[in-house]
């Protein structure tokens, strides 16, 4: 049985996120299951160990871009997303998919550090054309 990853609760559900994660998908690496990234990311969304293990329950690593565990990854990717919402809202970032995309690739800190220094990089660009470019 696959667990499931924990809920984190907002006053709004952003339907914006699947269209997000597609995008993120296309730039991280070009839809490919099998990509593992320089540093071990794995899945289409380039997962690094460590936030895996902060939403994963019960799953390893090294199984999270396996098909049997694909919607897993899923949710995990959608939990992600959430959780990043929740921190750059915590400290009244506005929420573009730009800046999240910052976020996804740099991690939070590193993330919020190149927001405030107003240098958002190419691969975050490159999220947000493909998110305004999708219907």
């Known amino acids: 049985m696959i667990p499931t990853p924990p809920a984190i609760v907002f006053r709004v ?10 995008a993120i998908a296309q730039v991280e690496s070009e839809n490919d299951w099998k990509k593992i990234g320089a540093k071990g990311e794995r899945t289409i ?3 690094k160990r460590a936030t895996w293990n902060q939403h994963a329950r019960g ?3 090294e199984l999270s871009a396996e098909p049997q565990f694909r919607s897993y990854a899923e949710k995990v990717a959608r939990e992600h997303v959430a959780w990043l919402i929740l921190k750059l809202t915590e400290r009244n970032l506005t929420i573009t998919p730009e800046r999240l995309a910052t976020c996804w690739r740099f991690g939070l800190s ?10 958002i990089p190419d691969s ?6 493909l998110y305004d470019l999708k219907p």
């Open 13 to 22: 559900t952003p339907l914006w996120v699947p269209k997000f994660l597609d």
């Open 110 to 119: 590193g993330g919020i550090r190149l927001i405030l220094a107003d240098k």
């Open 59 to 61: 799953v390893p690593f």
């Open 124 to 129: 975050s660009q490159r999220v947000r054309n």
């Open 45 to 47: 969304w380039q997962f």
